[in-house]
């Protein structure tokens, strides 16, 4: 077995402490938390650029493993089992040697913990240039085995559209910067609005992340979005689990002028 592929085994190597916050995305039509998203934080709640800065090529098949433990062993301990709602989990492609030996140790902290295997998401961003086709092999490993699939800052990766058509996750969660505005930018909806229709045909389920106003999150739902995620709704808790402040749109009730 590789050195690589031993360093993700265990985790051992990466030695920095560290913890998750979690950020609901809420489903805006029923107002029911659809997932928690699992961010990196420091001990104490330090940003993630604490811990991040510290992962280099050495430690960070390490670190990929160690996050999704801590997530999965805190999920298990904050989620209420009856409520559904999922847990998502970023991973780094890069950090993946072969996905059905990687995998298991997220299945064994899974089986240890109680968690189920069917409420876990895992999420990727395209920040930077991966081998497509290892990507397309986690991606479907992955999915093979149960797991919900997603990918995250969908508008600003490096694979897009030439990743979908080769591979339809479950979810793709509309980059940010797409969303920042769009009340006012009717470019942004324009965009939007095509690439909605476009998931929409493919049977990918749209998740806008980032949002912070009200006034964008009129807009999404008018658009047809239900999965939203952002300030306007809850921000990330230090090991614990937000509440949604539901303003009333959400609920079904117009916008007050």
């Given at each position: 077995m590789s050195k690589r592929c031993e360093g993700c085994r265990d985790g051992a190597a990466f030695e920095l402490p560290f913890s998750m916050a979690f950020q609901p995305i809420v489903d805006i039509?029923?107002?029911?938390?659809?997932a928690h998203e699992a961010l990196v934080r420091?001990?104490?709640?330090?940003?993630?650029?604490?811990?991040?800065s510290q992962v280099r090529d050495d430690n960070?098949?390490?670190f990929d493993q160690q996050c999704r433990v801590k997530a999965i062993e805190l999920a298990s301990r904050l989620f209420d089992p009856l409520d559904g709602a999922r847990l998502s989990i970023n991973f780094m492609p890069n950090a993946v040697y072969e996905p059905s030996a990687c995998i298991r140790l997220t299945l064994a902290t899974a089986l240890k913990t109680g968690f189920s295997l069917d409420r876990i998401i895992f999420e990727f961003t395209e920040n930077e240039q991966l081998d497509t086709t290892h990507v397309l092999h986690i991606l479907r490993t992955y999915k093979g085995m149960g797991f919900k699939t997603?990918?995250?800052?969908f508008g600003a990766g490096h694979a897009g559209l030439?990743?979908?058509?080769?591979?339809q996750p479950?979810?793709?969660?509309?980059?940010?910067?797409m969303i920042?505005?769009?009340d006012t930018d009717p470019v942004r909806r324009t965009i939007v609005k095509h690439t909605l229709r476009m998931l929409e045909e493919l049977g990918i389920v749209p998740l806008c992340e980032g949002v912070e106003t009200v006034s964008e999150l009129q807009v999404l739902q008018e658009l047809g979005v239900s999965l939203i995620q952002g300030y306007v709704l809850a921000r990330p808790v230090f090991e614990g689990?937000?509440?949604?402040?539901?303003p009333p749109l959400a609920a079904g009730e117009p916008l007050q002028a």
């Open positions: 039509g029923t107002g029911r938390v659809f420091g001990p104490n709640g330090e940003g993630a650029g604490s811990v991040l960070r098949y390490a997603a990918i995250d800052d030439s990743l979908l058509a080769d591979f479950d979810i793709v969660k509309l980059d940010m910067n920042r505005g769009i689990l937000g509440k949604p402040a539901m």
